[in-house]
């Protein structure tokens, strides 16, 4: 029994360690793309064509994501959220989100007709960062949902990464959203840009945080036990 309980103790710690170097390889990968659009405009200008920006960037993420579950599920033979079922679910929430962010932009004060194109794109973006990724890691398991994000008990692990990473990515968008009406004339005051780079930057803040606090948490849950 002490076998078995110092073996699953030895895979979890071995889990949090992946996860936690996986985010960190993550977030720099993400921070670098950004940085070169927005410095060198390179592989795109995020700043003057943010709607082919985003159809990149949310591409990127959206990919990096689906092969992240298809590679899990296949590790821990856990196929059940990759079930047809499951994935249709998942596929209404991440469409329903996005309206969702749609019609929130709107209601903040983004243009309702004139810049609909640049507020849809943005919606997206926020929807691959914010819901896509807790898509992947709890499936269509509503209780899963309730706890992580309702109660507000995620499993240390992927699940406290998901809930970290929404959290900061829809902050992040609204910071975006204040530099907006002041007169400073600057390119990345125009709608959505100030706040789709917030919500990367964010999104990508709480990848670096999540790096940090797993270890950290882990251990510290580690000592408490042994007290």
């Known amino acids: 029994m002490a076998a078995y309980e110092y073996?699953?103790?030895?895979?979890?710690r071995s889990t949090i360690k992946i996860t936690s170097a996986l985010c960190a390889l993550w977030c720099t990968c993400l921070s670098a793309i950004i940085l070169l659009s927005v410095k060198y405009k390179f592989p795109f200008d995020i700043i003057a064509q943010p709607v082919t920006g985003v159809q990149i960037v949310a591409g990127?993420?959206?990919?990096?994501?689906?092969?992240?579950?298809?590679?899990?599920?296949a590790l821990e033979k856990d196929y059940f959220r990759i079930k047809p079922k499951n994935v249709f679910k998942c596929v209404i929430a991440v469409v329903c989100?996005?309206?969702?962010?749609h019609v929130l932009?709107?209601?903040?004060?983004?243009?309702?007709?004139e810049s609909s194109r640049e507020t849809f794109h943005f919606a997206m973006l926020l929807t691959c960062v914010a819901v896509l990724p807790a898509c992947c890691v709890l499936g269509a398991d509503g209780e899963k949902w309730i706890a992580v994000y309702v109660q507000s008990r995620p499993e240390l692990g992927k699940e406290t990464v998901i809930y970290i990473t929404t959290i900061t990515s829809v902050v992040g968008a609204w910071l975006g959203a204040v530099p907006i009406p002041l007169?400073?004339?600057r390119p990345w005051q125009v709608w959505p840009v100030s706040c789709v780079l917030g919500s990367l930057f964010g999104y990508c803040?709480?990848?670096?945080?999540?790096?940090?606090?797993?270890?950290?948490?882990?251990?510290?849950?580690s000592k408490t036990k042994l007290t």
């Not at 709107?106 to 007709?113: N, Q, R, V």
């Open 97 to 101: 989100a996005c309206i969702v962010f």
């Open 60 to 73: 990127i993420i959206f990919t990096v994501h689906t092969l992240s579950l298809a590679v899990s599920s």
């Open 205 to 221: 803040l709480g990848l670096l945080f999540s790096a940090m606090y797993l270890p950290l948490k882990h251990r510290q849950l």
């Open 7 to 12: 073996g699953k103790a030895a895979s979890h």
């Open 183 to 185: 007169d400073w004339d």
């Open 105 to 113: 932009a709107i209601l903040f004060g983004a243009p309702a007709l």
